[in-house]
């Protein structure tokens, strides 16, 4: 399962690699000079507003859009110039779940590993509908699935041939909280087994629990980019003062449903006193 | 990525094949209309046109069945459409396959269940009275002709299955095709038309390939309109294919 297994990558430089990238729509000039990089092996979120460029920037990444400036490479490799070579070594999801509705979740999961030229799809799509809890809906049409399903099937058809480098556009929208944590929970097992993660997302949760660094995309540029602990010292220095935390309404949900299928988050911290770090706020 | 475009080929057309056959009123609404028309001109108008055959659904099958094809590849431009609204495409165009063999998929497709809709409509031909002097010969060349009018058709089918931005946009570029084949010698003889009208309908293609099916299915020599038939399919096919080509190129670069 080692994620350098297909494709190894040529220098052990950033895996992925970002510089003054320009996109315009007619006269929408949504990217204005994008730079960033990603660590191979780590989860990277890129943040941003509606309409921020996030999915132009994905689109690009996945040699599915050329850009008007600048360059990305994945493993070195130009997404442009050298468009099919860098398609080994990525899988994409989009924004919105791209499964075959008349298919069933089986034979959608085969006809990847097929197209991917794996031997035994078979048993790759049935290890896959156990990871992800499609066993029992495996032979149904996938127009009978829920959203969370589809977007479990369709990240599940991604990780097919294990690519090094996969792109998540907004994962986790439109998805309950259950299915939120369970989607969560497969992006960190997939980092843990090395592979690199770049995911957008509108959530800043989202970008808190998962990623190990954290780009903001607004006007077209990136106006911020480090870890958690680095953007949070962006903010004049916190305060510590202890208030009793009421439970968020996700957490008496996933306290009421029952089990989480994770136990990472939530749950445990129910009816807890915690401490709260809030920033003064007194610059503003 | 070449060397897997025959593998990726096969791959994408069994998935489109099991759409068809989990769908099979695709097929039959495809055959409606034309077997509609074949009702309506047998026995309604038919008795009234004047056509020197003995029969009139002998002369009427010929345009009677490219009206299907026309009828046919639309569902080529409507399933490509939805493959581009609902990601499929994109999810493809990213992975290391082939990525013509997403289009030749679909194409393939259409000449199966064109194929299957044409055969329905024959046994309802067949049924109404319809017989044909042709030998095996004859209808290899039928079948073989209607196979490259449908290639033709459905490589044009593919540039709004993939510039569309609606369904109704996908398949509505089908609606003034189907109006060909009644400026032409399907329905009536041309010498009956006033002379602008006839000219046209003499030199445009459906006149030839319905002459030519005609003339095949009566077992009689086709002359040179066979050649001419030909050459209007392969001049399409020629322009369809680089046309539906170009668009895909602009689209996925
Ligand atoms: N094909 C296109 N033609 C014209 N404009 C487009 C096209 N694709 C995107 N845009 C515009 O470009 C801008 C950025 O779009 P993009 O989809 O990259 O944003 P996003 O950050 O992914 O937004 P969201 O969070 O809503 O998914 C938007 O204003 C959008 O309307
Ligand atoms: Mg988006």
């Not at chain 1, 959530?203 to 629990?209: G, I, N, T, V």
């Not at chain 2, 005609?214 to 020599?221: D, I, K, T």
């Amino acid at each position: 399962m080692s994620a350098d297994q297909s494709t190894p990558s040529p220098a052990r430089g950033p895996a992925i690699q970002v510089r003054g990238l320009e996109k315009s729509y007619q006269k929408l000039h949504v990217l204005r000079g994008v730079d960033f990089d990603v660590t191979p092996g780590s989860i990277f979120a890129l943040l941003g507003s509606n309409g921020a460029g996030k999915t132009t920037v994905v689109r690009i990444l996945a040699t599915l859009l050329k850009p008007d400036g600048g360059t990305a490479q994945v493993h070195g490799l130009d997404v442009v110039t050298r468009a099919a070579r860098v398609r080994e070594s990525i899988s994409l999801t989009g924004q919105f779940a791209a499964v075959d509705e008349i298919l069933t979740g089986r034979e959608n999961l085969v006809l990847v590993a097929r197209l991917r030229h794996l031997s035994d799809p078979g048993r790759i799509a049935d290890d896959l509908l156990g990871r992800f809890a499609l066993t029992d809906a495996a032979g149904r049409r996938v127009s009978t699935y829920s959203g969370g399903m589809r977007r479990r099937l369709d990240i599940a058809m991604s990780l097919i041939g294990d690519p090094p480098v996969i792109f998540l556009d907004e994962p986790t929208t439109g998805l309950d909280p259950q299915a939120r944590l369970e989607v969560w929970q497969a992006v960190r097992e997939l980092a843990r087994q090395g592979t690199t993660v770049l995911l957008t997302t509108q959530y800043l949760d989202e970008a808190e629990q998962l990623a190990d660094r954290i780009a903001v995309l607004h006007h077209g540029r990136i106006i911020a980019d480090g870890t958690l602990a680095e953007l949070r010292q962006l903010l004049p220095p916190a305060t510590v003062e202890y208030v009793e935390k009421q439970p968020t309404l996700e957490d008496v949900f996933l306290a009421i449903v029952g089990d989480t299928g994770t136990g990472s988050t939530g749950s445990t911290r129910t009816d807890a006193t915690v401490a709260a770090v809030r920033p003064d706020g007194t610059s503003s | 990525m070449t060397r897997h475009f025959l593998g990726d080929t096969a791959t994408l057309l069994g998935r489109s094949l099991r759409h068809i056959s989990r769908s099979p009123d695709t097929i039959i609404t495809t055959a409606i209309m034309p077997i509609a028309f074949l009702l309506l001109f047998v026995y309604v108008f038919g008795g009234a046109i004047e056509t020197g055959s003995d029969r009139y659904v002998n002369y009427l099958l010929p345009g009677i069945l490219l009206i299907t094809v026309v009828s046919g590849i639309s569902y080529t431009a409507y399933r490509l459409f939805l493959d581009l609204k609902g990601g499929t495409f994109e999810r493809f165009q990213s992975m290391p396959i082939a990525r013509s063999a997403v289009l030749w998929a679909h194409v393939l497709t259409s000449l199966v269940a064109n194929l299957i809709s044409l055969v329905v409509v024959v046994l309802v031909a067949l049924a109404m009275g319809f017989r044909s002097g042709a030998g095996v010969l004859g209808w290899l060349a039928v079948t073989g002709i209607m196979l490259l009018f449908t290639l033709a058709l459905t490589w044009l089918a593919v540039i709004p299955g993939l510039t569309a931005t609606s369904v109704d946009g996908a398949s509505a570029f089908s609606y003034p095709l189907i109006l060909l084949p009644f400026v032409s010698s399907a329905f009536v003889p041309t010498d009956s038309m006033p002379g602008p009208v006839r000219a046209f309908a003499e030199h445009q293609p459906v006149t030839s390939i319905v002459n030519t099916i005609r003339a095949l299915f009566a077992g009689q020599p086709v002359g040179g309109q066979v050649w001419i038939a030909l050459a209007w399919c392969a001049g399409l096919l020629v322009v369809a294919y680089a046309g539906a080509m170009a668009v895909h190129h602009r689209k996925v670069g």
